[in-house]
Every structure is written in C-alpha cells, then in structure tokens.
C-alpha cells in the first residue's frame, strides 16, 4: 500500500507510523527524520534544512522534493510506504502526484490523524526522541520509556527536539494550517481522505487506523 499520513505537528503521526509501517510491511518514510539524520550526519542538506526547522518553517520544495522522491525509489519501497510529514504544501502533492504517475503508481489512501489543538500541544510539550535515531519517540508522561532519559529501542539517549519550543511550535501549527492543511482538500477531491479520531491511547488508534485501511480493500 502506499499511504500518506497527515497532522498537524504533535498529532502522533511518527508514532502511529511505526506500528503501521511493522504491521503492512512497508517502510515508514519521513521527510522530518531524514532531515535531522543529515543534521546529525553534518551533510550540507542537513545544513540547509536547519535553520528552516529551528525557525519552524518549512525547509523548501528544491530540497525536499528530491530527498523525498529519492527515498521512494530505494528497493525496500518498491511494494509500498507510509510517508510521514510530505508532502506538507499544495506543490509537494503535485510533485508527488507527478511522481507516481511517472513510475505507474497511486496513493491507497491519506489517513488524517484529527487532535484538538491542546492536546497537540501537551503531547508535542513531552515529547522525547532519541539522538541515535529520532523515529523512536517517547513522552515524558504519556509514553514513558522504561528508564528515564533512555531509548528502550537501542539505548540511545533521549532529548527534547530544539523545534518543540513553545515559539517554535507557535509558528510550526500556523504553518500546518496555511500551507499543509489545504492538502486535505486537495486529496478530499480525489476521495483518498480517511479521517482517523487521534485521541486515546496509541494502541487504539493503531487499530482504528487498520480496521480503516481494512476496509478500503474489502
Ligand atoms: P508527529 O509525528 O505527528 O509530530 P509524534 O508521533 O512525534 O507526532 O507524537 C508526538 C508526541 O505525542 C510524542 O511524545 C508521542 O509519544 C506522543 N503521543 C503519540 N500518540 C499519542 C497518544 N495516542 N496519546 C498520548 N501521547 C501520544
Ligand atoms: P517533523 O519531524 O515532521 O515534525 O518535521 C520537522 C521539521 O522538518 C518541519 O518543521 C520542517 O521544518 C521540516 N520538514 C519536514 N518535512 C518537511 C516537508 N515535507 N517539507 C518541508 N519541510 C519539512
């Protein structure tokens, strides 16, 4: 399957993703992990890309479109994946759109995770990553990892994100409304849009994710 995951920043998209790119088998490709890969990594993407995201801004479509196309070209996408914060603005669903018809492909589905604003912000506020590899995610109160301050993946350390800032947040949810909402409409007009009640533990959504996912190919 090929699916994309939509939200605004903090709705558990990372988290959600993990579960379903382990259970449909497909990898789980994130546009905000490959970034801070190259951060961590010192490449010059990962130094274009950081000033962007210190300021909450969207990193630009001459960047990102190709790192994103290039990652769905690897061999383990061949069969599927889960994209995870791309595309994010009306051109990257155009150029992703451009993409897939180019390689005889289309989306499954967007599943658009719905969180009310404050728990957004609660959930963004805890939240912990790990340095080794920020796709394993935690929170401080929600989804504590077993010892503190340790990743129970492969104990690596955890930190809190520069970008989870409260002005940085600030700026980061206005973004998603002006530039990432509109693709819902966008995708509403090709009725791929599932919209996937994102309260709850993580274990429920998965399951409101699947049994949705389950019932587009009945
Ligand atoms: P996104 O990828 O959409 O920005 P994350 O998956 O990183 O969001 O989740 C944001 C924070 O919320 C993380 O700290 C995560 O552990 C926590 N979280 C995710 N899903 C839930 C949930 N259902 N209930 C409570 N906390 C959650
Ligand atoms: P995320 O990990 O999805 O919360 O993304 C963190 C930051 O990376 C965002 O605030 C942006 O600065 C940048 N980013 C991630 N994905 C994209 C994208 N598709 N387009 C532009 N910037 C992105």
Do not use: W
Request: glycine share 8%.
């Amino acid at each position: 399957m090929r699916i994309v995951l939509v939200g605004p920043p903090g709705a558990g998209k990372g988290t959600q993703a993990a579960y379903l790119a382990k259970n449909l088998a497909i990898p789980h490709i994130s546009t905000g992990d490959l970034f801070r890969a190259n951060i961590s990594q010192g490449t010059p993407l990962g130094l274009e890309a950081k000033s962007y995201m210190d300021a909450g801004q969207l990193v630009p479509d001459s960047v990102t479109i190709g790192m994103a196309e290039d990652r769905m070209g690897h061999a383990d996408a061949a069969n599927g994946f889960l994209l995870d914060g791309f595309p994010r603005n009306l051109g990257q669903a155009e150029s992703l759109d451009d993409y897939l018809k180019g390689h005889d492909l289309k989306l499954d589905a967007v599943l658009d995770l719905e969180v009310p604003e404050d728990e957004v912000v609660k959930r963004i506020a805890g939240r912990r990553i790990c340095r080794k590899d920020s796709s394993h995610v935690f929170h401080a109160e929600y989804n504590k990892p077993e010892t503190e301050g340790v990743c129970d993946v492969c104990g690596g350390e955890l930190y809190q994100r520069d970008d989870d800032s409260e002005d940085t947040v600030r700026n980061r949810l206005e973004v998603y409304h002006t530039q990432t909402e509109p693709i819902i409409d966008y995708y509403k007009a090709q009725d791929l849009v599932v919209t996937i009640p994102a309260l709850g533990k993580v274990s429920e959504v998965t399951e409101r994710a699947m049994a949705a996912l389950k019932a587009l190919s009945e």
